[in-house]
Structure formats: structure tokens, C-alpha cells
């Protein structure tokens, strides 16, 4: 009997025009949902086949009606198993926080894919659960196949900006992600991070979030006497 064959669409919300939401200490949702969509694709490409929307900084077409169409279009090109687009949340109220995970009205399998994400993420990302949620979302609408939109984080909220810049959370994201998509499609995953334990801030993210940095960073970067000052100066001790 041949082996089943999975086609996976991971769609980066956002780009080129659209920077998507932007947070307090400025950082860009379409920058962050690429970078998770990336290595997200790592983890699950070793399972299936996974095409990514767009691979850089720029939006499939000229106005947002149009791009999500495109979006969507991606899947149904390649007949995709299912869809999934990755975004970051955002809220006039700062204090808002946590994960969710959309799917189209009406749709069941949508429905499932979005709950076996969710109930990865938010153990993984140590953040809390806001369930999943129907919503009418175009991106969605279009699209044929089982799809559903992460919402990983609140970009809005300055605790979980700062982790939506980490190496560390972006890769626990992504890994939750990648599988929960494996659970829906029954895709067995071969490279598999040691994510035992449930996400906590560590002193690395308390002096990011503290020092209100808003660049990518790893625990591996090296420190320089001026990133220092800069860092002392941001907390106020110089």
C-alpha cells in the first residue's frame, strides 16, 4: 500500500506592504511570523512536504484583498492536506496575553486542525490558553482544504513582545506548531526538540523585556562594552 503524502501550507501573515501589527517596543508581526513559519518548515519537512507563502519580506500582491486570495490560492495549486497561517496577536489593551487559534466558520476539520495546534502551543509557549475560535477570516474563507490562523502571542503585550524576539520561544512555536499539525494529518515527526517542560522566562528574557530590547537575540551572542552600556543605560543605572 504507498504511503500517504502530505502537503503542508504555512502562510507568514503580513509582509512587504503589510508589516502587520507593530508592538510597544516596535517590532514587526510579519517579521516574527516569518521567522516562526521557517522553523516551523524545519520540523515538519522531514514528515511531509511543506511550501511556505512567501519566503521573504514582501506580500504575494499589491492590496490585502488580493494577497489573501493569493494566499489561499497556494494551497489549491498543490492540493494541500492543509493550510495554516501564522500570525502574532495584537490589542489596544496591553495587558491582553496568551494564544488562540482560528478556524472558518462552519468547517469541522478546520476545527480539528485548529485544536490540536492549539493545544500544543500553549503548554509549549508556557503562555496562556484563549482556546479556539470560529471567525470569518478571508484568508480562511478562500482556502479549500482544513486551514486555520494561529495566533501565537500578543505583540501588543511588552512581556510577550519580548519573547516573540527569542530564538528559544520562537522555537518552541514553531515545534508546537509543526506538531500539531503532525496530529491532525498522523504525519510521524523525526526531528523532535527536548521541549519537555512548560516555557519560563528566564533571566535572558527578564533583562530583554526589562531593558525594553526589541532585535533578535541568542544566548550564544556575544556582548560588546557599548551593547553593555547601552543595556545599563536602558535600566537606568547609568
Same mark, same amino acid.
Given at each position: 500500500?504507498?504511503?500517504? /503524502?502530505?502537503?503542508? $501550507?504555512?502562510?507568514?501573515?503580513?509582509?512587504?506592504?503589510? *508589516? +502587520?501589527?507593530? +508592538? *510597544?517596543?516596535?517590532?514587526?508581526?510579519?517579521?516574527?511570523?516569518?521567522?516562526?513559519?521557517?522553523?516551523?518548515?524545519? %520540523?515538519?519537512?522531514?514528515? $511531509? &512536504?511543506? %511550501?511556505?507563502? =512567501? #519566503? &521573504?519580506?514582501?506580500?504575494?500582491?499589491?492590496?490585502?484583498?488580493?494577497?489573501?486570495?493569493?494566499?489561499?490560492? $497556494?494551497?489549491?495549486?498543490?492540493?494541500? !492536506?492543509?493550510?495554516?497561517?501564522?500570525?502574532?496577536?495584537?490589542?489596544?489593551?496591553?495587558?491582553?496575553?496568551?494564544? &488562540? !487559534? %482560528?478556524?472558518?466558520?462552519?468547517?469541522?476539520?478546520?476545527?480539528?486542525?485548529?485544536?490540536?495546534?492549539?493545544?500544543?502551543?500553549?503548554?509549549?509557549? @508556557?503562555?496562556?490558553? =484563549? @482556546?479556539?475560535?470560529?471567525?470569518?477570516?478571508?484568508?480562511?474563507? %478562500? !482556502? /479549500?482544504? *482544513?486551514?486555520?490562523?494561529?495566533?501565537?502571542?500578543?505583540?501588543?503585550? *511588552?512581556?510577550?513582545?519580548?519573547?516573540?524576539? #527569542?530564538?528559544?520561544?520562537?522555537? =518552541?512555536?514553531?515545534?508546537?506548531?509543526?506538531?500539531?499539525?503532525?496530529?491532525? !494529518?498522523?504525519?510521524?515527526?523525526?526531528r523532535i526538540p527536548d521541549l519537555e517542560n512548560s516555557y519560563r522566562e528566564t533571566p535572558l528574557i527578564k533583562l530583554l523585556r526589562k531593558a525594553k530590547f526589541t532585535e533578535p537575540c541568542k544566548k550564544s551572542d556575544p556582548v560588546t562594552i557599548e551593547i553593555l552600556a547601552d543595556i545599563l543605560d536602558r535600566l537606568g543605572i547609568l
Open positions: 500500500m504507498p504511503v500517504q /503524502k502530505f502537503i503542508i $501550507v504555512l502562510d507568514p501573515g503580513h509582509g512587504g506592504f503589510d *508589516p +502587520g501589527a507593530i +508592538g *510597544p517596543n516596535g517590532t514587526n508581526e510579519s517579521r516574527v511570523a516569518l521567522s516562526i513559519a521557517k522553523k516551523t518548515k524545519l %520540523y515538519l519537512s522531514s514528515a $511531509v &512536504e511543506v %511550501y511556505l507563502t =512567501r #519566503t &521573504e519580506d514582501k506580500a504575494l500582491t499589491r492590496n490585502s484583498a488580493a494577497d489573501q486570495i493569493a494566499r489561499a490560492a $497556494v494551497s489549491e495549486s498543490i492540493n494541500a !492536506t492543509c493550510f495554516v497561517s501564522i500570525h502574532c496577536n495584537s490589542s489596544k489593551e496591553e495587558e491582553q496575553h496568551g494564544v &488562540e !487559534t %482560528y478556524y472558518y466558520k462552519g468547517s469541522e476539520r478546520g476545527k480539528q486542525l485548529a485544536a490540536n495546534i492549539n493545544n500544543k502551543l500553549s503548554p509549549a509557549v @508556557g503562555l496562556l490558553n =484563549r @482556546g479556539i475560535k470560529e471567525a470569518d477570516l478571508a484568508v480562511l474563507r %478562500y !482556502t /479549500k482544504c *482544513p486551514s486555520a490562523q494561529v495566533e501565537v502571542a500578543f505583540i501588543s503585550n *511588552p512581556r510577550e513582545e519580548a519573547l516573540l524576539n #527569542t530564538d528559544d520561544f520562537q522555537d =518552541r512555536a514553531a515545534w508546537a506548531i509543526a506538531s500539531g499539525i503532525a496530529s491532525f !494529518t498522523g504525519a510521524n515527526l523525526q
